[in-house]
């Protein structure tokens, strides 16, 4: 369980385009360069020659259904303290995107899931996040607010609060899933949410 | 282009359960404990709290097509330096999953593609990567190698030289790819490699 800077960051800023000053390696300042064959800058120590390149973070979650109904908590952390979402959070090394989602799903909302399917693959360019969204089926109908959730609920379509939802990844995701819900028919979605003009993160 | 450690540690070593000395934001020597409402290992900051994550990396690719063949790259560069590969690489900060995979065929491959769709996610545990592979159309047929490629060629399927590809994470994907194409259906394929016993890496 996460209750750190790192699960509260989801969508927000706190690793976003990191500021490093110190190279972590030897512990010199770092300069900030565009290094030998190379496009574009990057940290560089120039005591030890290292470079320090930061890349995009995969969230992964689930969509968890049991009997018609989808499961969303309500966040206790920031950012978006007590609004709606998916159950969520940054994969960890030594895991894969599949373990990930189902950990989360158990951390955020003590509910155990299977047959997982991946259902959307939405990259957030201007917070350098990839969200990777399973379908998945509750194992059974327990469920219970984690540590980072104030409240889970089973949802149906006509009862989603879709003003009290946390991100525009979650209603991008929910709203995906019930148009193919109509037919029964799930393929993989890929797109991009940009930022808002009117606000920043 | 990168030319540096980053793009030859795909696969490799160099990213990998990266170790740090000293906090990139201080300077001050990391101590590697579970902070308090964590449950792993992380490498801390007394002196100024900060927390230090370390998540997996995307490396982003496409299988260009050209007339019922498709373009692999012999690298330049080590990890298996002589090796045949699909044009993929780590995706960057600011970038989406399809641009990150359009700039890597382009750097290596010097081919521009269209129509791009994803077909592959392999998490690769052991190293902590995750493989977005996408099928895509090559706008034209041109292509040269680029600075980290020693030639670049189209294939047929027969022509593929299976045992000289440079990581298995490109044969499951040549796998999937001809098996569909005997139908010419392409669903997105979620997989995991896992370590070889008889190998690291």
């Known amino acids: 369980m996460l209750l750190s800077a790192h699960n509260s960051s989801v969508q927000g800023t706190s690793q976003v385009n990191f500021q490093m000053n110190y190279c ?8 900030e360069r565009i290094p030998e064959g190379d496009d574009r800058p990057r940290h560089v120590c120039e005591a030890c020659a290292t470079v320090h390149y930061q890349n995009p973070k995969i969230v992964a979650g689930c969509i968890p259904v049991w009997k018609d109904r ?17 159950p969520a959070g940054f994969m960890e090394n030594g895991e894969s995107t599949e373990q990930a989602a189902t950990r989360e799903t158990r951390e955020e909302a003590c509910a155990t899931v299977e047959n997982i399917e991946l259902y959307g693959v939405f990259s957030i360019p201007h ?7 399973f379908r998945a089926d509750m194992s059974t109908g327990e469920y219970q607010p984690g540590p980072e959730s104030l409240d889970v609920q089973l949802f149906e379509e006509h009862q989603i609060l879709w003003d009290e939802l946390a991100f525009p990844v979650v209603r991008l995701t929910l709203e995906h899933y019930f148009r193919d819900k109509k037919s029964d ?17």
Chains 1, 2 share one sequence.
């Open 24 to 31: 972590s390696n030897c512990g010199k300042r770092v300069t």
């Open 70 to 86: 989808l499961l969303l908590c309500r966040r206790a952390i920031e950012p978006r303290h007590g609004l709606w979402t998916l």
């Open 127 to 133: 917070i350098n996040q990839v969200y990777m969204m």
């Open 185 to 201: 028919h799930f393929p993989v979605h890929v797109g991009n949410i940009h930022q808002h003009p009117a606000r920043q993160g």
